[in-house]
T-cell receptor, first 115, second 110 residues
């Protein structure tokens, strides 16, 4: 039973380019969360999605960032016109249910470097 | 505003000793508190969850306490081993997602 998968593991972009980060949840999980981790900081919640629905995007920057979780395929976090401040590790997590005690299983992360 | 604080300084201890990590929070009334382990270059891994009405929770060599009056959780690793060296994150359960502290790095010396 594969865990949460993220790709690419490392992504380098120049300022102004687009970054696409993919997350495949654990088998049977239909809830996905995206977090961002800046160096020496904790993980910050960005967005919570269920299949075909954005449930909570309160942590997502208003511009340039978008997320989707289509009926088929992985969840995608998209960053348009990247800037140096977007350099960070982006983690996704998945849960089986929506309860507050549901364990979040994290992927290995995508490390984005903006040159 | 809501705030979670963990000691940002690394904790260095000798193998076999008990490691104690602290998590303090303000402006929160969480129903649950969780602890995660994160190794360099990897995602966090869930360790323990404790409910507000539980004072203490144990799992093998791990023990977590939760004092809602002090707004503090303590995380203990007994008989520590070099393999326990990692960053430990506490997280509070919000409406949807987790709110994490910045973590404390533990280094267990052989």
């Amino acid at each position: 039973n594969a865990g949460v998968m993220q790709n690419p593991r490392h992504l380098v972009r120049r300022r102004g380019q687009e970054a696409r980060l993919r997350c495949s949840p654990m088998k049977g999980h239909s809830h996905v969360y995206w977090y961002r981790q800046l160096p020496e900081e904790g993980l910050k919640f960005m967005v919570y999605l269920q299949k075909e629905n954005i449930i909570d995007e309160s942590g997502m920057p208003k511009e340039r960032f978008s997320a989707e979780f289509p009926k088929e395929g992985p969840s995608i976090l998209r960053i348009q016109q990247v800037v140096r401040g977007d350099s960070a590790a982006y983690f996704c997590a998945s849960t089986l249910g929506t309860g507050e005690t549901d364990t979040q299983y994290f992927g290995p992360g995508t490390r984005l470097t903006v040159l | 505003s809501q705030k979670i604080e963990q000691n940002s300084e690394a904790l260095n201890i000798q193998e076999g000793k008990t490691a104690t990590l602290t998590c303090n929070y303000t402006n929160y009334s969480p129903a649950y508190l969780q602890w995660y382990r994160q190794d360099p270059g990897r995602g966090p891994v869930f360790l323990l969850l404790i409910r507000e009405n539980e004072k203490e929770k144990r799992k093998e060599r791990l023990k977590v306490t939760f004092d809602t009056t002090l707004k503090q959780s303590l995380f203990h690793i007994t008989a520590s081993q070099p393999a326990d060296s990692a960053t430990y994150l506490c997280a509070l359960t919000g409406r949807r997602a987790l709110t994490f502290g910045s973590g404390t790095r533990l280094q267990v010396q052989p």
